[in-house]
Protein backbone atom coordinates (compact mmCIF):
# COMPACT_ATOMS: atom_id res chain seq x y z
CA UNK A 1 0.00 0.00 0.00
CA UNK A 2 1.61 3.73 -0.79
CA UNK A 3 2.30 5.71 1.73
CA UNK A 4 -0.17 8.66 2.26
CA UNK A 5 -1.15 11.65 4.49
CA UNK A 6 -2.47 10.52 8.14
CA UNK A 7 -5.31 12.76 6.92
CA UNK A 8 -7.43 13.26 3.24
CA UNK A 9 -10.58 14.22 2.20
CA UNK A 10 -12.65 13.93 -0.73
CA UNK A 11 -15.47 16.61 -1.96
CA UNK A 12 -18.55 15.11 -4.09
CA UNK A 13 -21.15 17.36 -5.22
CA UNK A 14 -24.35 14.84 -4.97
CA UNK A 15 -26.57 17.32 -7.07
CA UNK A 16 -24.36 16.90 -10.31
CA UNK A 17 -22.96 13.28 -9.19
CA UNK A 18 -19.18 14.14 -9.87
CA UNK A 19 -16.28 14.86 -7.81
CA UNK A 20 -15.63 18.73 -6.53
CA UNK A 21 -12.48 19.58 -8.28
CA UNK A 22 -10.51 22.47 -7.75
CA UNK A 23 -11.77 24.02 -3.86
CA UNK A 24 -9.14 25.10 -1.59
CA UNK A 25 -8.98 22.98 1.66
CA UNK A 26 -6.83 24.45 4.90
CA UNK A 27 -5.99 21.91 7.34
CA UNK A 28 -5.53 23.17 11.32
CA UNK A 29 -5.13 21.87 14.70
CA UNK A 30 -6.44 23.52 17.70
CA UNK A 31 -3.79 25.08 20.06
CA UNK A 32 -4.42 26.76 23.28
CA UNK A 33 -3.58 30.34 21.52
CA UNK A 34 -6.66 28.96 19.23
CA UNK A 35 -6.29 27.01 15.70
CA UNK A 36 -3.11 26.88 13.69
CA UNK A 37 -2.78 26.03 10.03
CA UNK A 38 -0.89 22.77 9.63
CA UNK A 39 -1.28 22.50 5.82
CA UNK A 40 -3.21 23.46 2.88
CA UNK A 41 -4.35 21.56 -0.68
CA UNK A 42 -6.34 21.89 -3.84
CA UNK A 43 -9.24 19.08 -4.37
CA UNK A 44 -7.73 17.27 -7.78
CA UNK A 45 -9.87 15.92 -10.49
CA UNK A 46 -11.43 13.55 -8.71
CA UNK A 47 -12.55 15.61 -5.41
CA UNK A 48 -9.54 14.37 -3.76
CA UNK A 49 -6.25 15.86 -1.19
CA UNK A 50 -4.52 12.93 -0.60
CA UNK A 51 -1.31 15.24 0.51
CA UNK A 52 -1.92 17.46 2.96
CA UNK A 53 0.57 16.12 5.50
CA UNK A 54 3.75 14.34 4.48
CA UNK A 55 3.22 10.87 5.03
CA UNK A 56 4.42 9.03 8.02
CA UNK A 57 3.77 12.56 9.81
CA UNK A 58 2.99 11.73 13.66
CA UNK A 59 -0.77 13.03 14.96
CA UNK A 60 -1.00 14.60 17.96
CA UNK A 61 -4.14 13.76 19.31
CA UNK A 62 -6.47 16.78 19.36
CA UNK A 63 -9.32 18.75 17.32
CA UNK A 64 -8.70 19.27 13.94
CA UNK A 65 -10.62 21.19 11.59
CA UNK A 66 -10.65 21.23 7.63
CA UNK A 67 -12.34 24.40 5.84
CA UNK A 68 -13.59 23.90 2.32
CA UNK A 69 -14.00 27.30 0.21
CA UNK A 70 -17.15 26.22 -1.86
CA UNK A 71 -17.76 29.42 -3.38
CA UNK A 72 -16.78 28.79 -5.99
CA UNK A 73 -19.71 26.46 -6.23
CA UNK A 74 -22.16 29.25 -6.02
CA UNK A 75 -24.47 27.67 -3.17
CA UNK A 76 -25.85 28.04 -0.05
CA UNK A 77 -22.75 27.64 1.70
CA UNK A 78 -19.46 29.94 1.33
CA UNK A 79 -17.43 27.50 3.20
CA UNK A 80 -18.00 24.34 5.08
CA UNK A 81 -15.69 23.85 8.10
CA UNK A 82 -15.48 20.37 9.90
CA UNK A 83 -13.98 19.66 12.63
CA UNK A 84 -12.94 16.36 14.14
CA UNK A 85 -11.16 14.89 17.28
CA UNK A 86 -7.79 12.14 16.50
CA UNK A 87 -7.86 9.94 19.68
CA UNK A 88 -6.00 7.32 17.65
CA UNK A 89 -3.02 9.47 16.01
CA UNK A 90 -1.52 6.53 14.91
CA UNK A 91 -4.81 5.85 12.61
CA UNK A 92 -5.40 7.14 8.95
CA UNK A 93 -8.25 9.75 8.81
CA UNK A 94 -10.04 10.12 5.61
CA UNK A 95 -13.07 13.22 6.20
CA UNK A 96 -14.93 13.04 2.87
CA UNK A 97 -17.46 15.86 2.34
CA UNK A 98 -21.11 15.27 0.51
CA UNK A 99 -21.92 18.46 -0.75
CA UNK A 100 -25.61 19.65 -2.29
CA UNK A 101 -26.36 23.25 -2.97
CA UNK A 102 -28.61 23.32 0.20
CA UNK A 103 -26.95 20.73 2.53
CA UNK A 104 -23.75 19.25 3.22
CA UNK A 105 -22.65 16.16 5.14
CA UNK A 106 -19.59 14.63 6.49
CA UNK A 107 -18.78 11.54 7.80
CA UNK A 108 -15.37 9.51 8.97
CA UNK A 109 -14.08 7.44 6.28
CA UNK A 110 -11.74 4.60 5.34
Do not use: K, N
Amino acid sequence: MPSRSPITTHVLDTARGRPCAGLAVVLEFRRLAGWSTLASGTTDADGRVEGLLPPHRALEPGSYRLTFDTAPLGGFWPEVAVAFTVTEPSQHHHVPLLLSPFGYSTYRGS
